[in-house]
């Protein structure tokens, strides 16, 4: 299945716009041509150069068109005036926008069965997605009122200059590690705690806290069946009383008409990295102790890995957004996955759970030379979430493959100067293993385990009554670093 590394996407990103730049003045005329992948990705260069984000909705009409054609012919629109993301019931008003973008397009497409050409209608999201094949449709939908976003949902193909598709697994790795006796200290009852807690002062913490009573989401590639530890034996040791459950919304297909999801169970490796970082139980079988040991977990494979490229990735992730965002007894949502451009639906999913009071903890980015101009990804970028990043052991020195900006609300240092190769140990994809795992994502699982904490010690806290606790516990407050935001987290402080 195709992929975006997002090592590699930081190369073609940065290589992309020192080429030519496409003619678009003939596109705003409508030509009825349909651009190369590559000149689509010059525009996706130019808008990301200028604003830090790409706006589909007001594009030329046949930049958006050849985006959508080259992503499977499917459009995904947002509907209702601006801010009306979701609805639990439709209202005349937004009943009457749905069926007018529908009639627009079926008049332009030449169809009379709407069952031809709509994909999907979202019960929750104000959105729809429509298959099309002709411009004159993106035309006309552009030109209609109550439209608040129209999206090329199948296009994954920000490639390099040459327009070769690269692919691979981004943020994946199954194989186990050894780990350097000096970045972990064996605690009871025969548990490894990572050399940054001390730092954080997540150790001391726990004399006040340990997340008992909390409930983590988790959206990311699922956990590993293999790794018991995040399965049947999660009550190990010093972890007692609490729950993990596993489910899976996305669906491992090139088909967009695929239905089938494949379960909870992680295929890459990242999303059980994640889960140990947060909840991975203070065990007796000398393995790495989460943050947040004692909390409970409701983990979603909603993506095949950290970066949402493909129309199921993206489908997945709204789904599983939504999903957590229903239930009660989540109060925070880890995200170390993300993409270089906003998504409508996941953003409409967003912005759905955080009117449900979830804190929604969201990794800034990882990726290589793309950090050198580019900041914080999506949806980290967006108000709605906590935004994290992470640091070397050095002081405010961003690690080497971690975004950085205005964006960002908290650090946390996970990654020696003196060795990028040693950032912070987790459980690993099998049984008895262990890894090492870096960048923005186990900076965000970190923030997310450390709320837990703070949620645990007062469990009739708001939202944002833990989020205030979160930056009076941070190094810079009651300033904001531009870069870092409120700074390094003190763990300690933050329970207290």
């Known amino acids: 299945m195709k992929k975006l590394s997002l090592l590699v996407l930081s190369i073609f990103i940065f290589t992309a716009c020192n080429n030519e730049e496409a003619d678009f003045q003939a596109e705003t005329s409508v030509s009825s041509k ?17 604003s830090g984000d790409v706006d589909w909705t007001h594009a030329p009409a046949n930049v958006l068109y050849s985006a959508i054609m080259h992503g499977d012919g499917i459009l995904s629109l947002g509907y209702g005036q601006p801010g009306e993301h979701f609805a639990q019931v439709k209202t005349t008003d937004l009943i009457a926008a749905k069926q007018n973008a529908i009639s627009i397009a079926a008049n332009k497409e030449g169809i009379n069965k709407t069952e031809d050409f709509l994909i999907a209608a979202d019960e929750l999201l104000n ?19 109550n439209i608040r976003y129209i999206d090329p949902i199948g296009y994954g193909l920000y490639v390099d200059p040459n327009g070769v598709v690269l692919k691979s697994s981004s943020g994946c790795d199954q194989s186990g590690q050894s780990i350097n006796s000096n970045d972990y200290t064996v605690i009871s009852p025969n548990a490894w705690k990572p050399w940054n807690y001390n730092i954080h002062n997540i150790d001391d ?21 293999n790794q018991s530890l995040l399965g049947s034996d999660f009550n190990d040791g010093a972890s007692s009383g609490r729950s993990i459950q596993k489910f899976g919304t996305f669906i491992d297909s090139n088909w967009w008409w695929s239905n089938n999801t494949d379960g909870p169970n992680d295929r890459c490796g990242h999303g059980t990295t994640m889960a140990s970082t947060i909840a991975s139980p203070r065990n007796n079988d000398a393995m790495p102790v989460g943050v947040a040991y004692n909390s409970n977990m409701v983990a979603y494979r909603g993506t095949e890995d950290v970066l949402l490229n493909d129309y199921h990735e993206r489908k997945g992730v709204s789904n599983a957004l939504k999903a957590l965002g229903n239930r009660n007894d989540v109060k925070i949502i880890s995200m170390s996955i993300g993409y270089v451009w906003s998504i409508g639906n996941v953003k409409d999913a967003v912005k759905y759970a955080y009117s449900r009071n979830k804190m929604i903890v969201a990794a800034g980015g990882t990726s290589t030379s793309l950090t050198s101009w580019y900041g914080v990804i999506f949806p980290a970028s967006m108000s709605e979430t906590v935004a ?11 690690c080497d493959i971690c975004h950085e900006g205005s964006e960002i609300d908290f650090t946390i240092i996970m990654q020696r100067a003196s060795d990028e190769s040693r950032t912070v140990p987790t459980l690993g994809f099998n049984n008895g293993t ?15 385990g ?47």
């Open 34 to 50: 349909t651009l190369t992948i590559q000149e689509v990705n010059q525009y996706i260069s130019d808008q990301l150069q200028q």
């Open 205 to 225: 913490a726990w004399n006040y806290s340990t997340g008992a009573g909390v409930t983590v989401g988790l959206i990311d590639t699922g956990i590993s069946a």
């Open 127 to 145: 959105s729809i997605e429509l298959k099309i094949n002709n411009l004159e449709t993106v035309i006309a939908l552009q030109a209609a009122n």
């Open 434 to 448: 262990r890894k090492y795992v870096g960048g923005s994502s186990v900076a965000t699982a970190t923030t997310a």
């Open 388 to 398: 994290v990043t992470g640091l070397k052991d050095n002081g405010y020195n961003r």
């Open 450 to 496: 450390i709320a837990a904490l703070i949620w645990s010690k007062n469990p009739s806290w708001s939202r944002e009554q833990v989020l205030n606790k979160m930056k009076q516990s941070s190094e810079f407050y009651p300033s904001r670093n531009s870069r870092f935001g409120y700074g390094n987290i003190d763990a300690l402080q933050a329970v207290q």
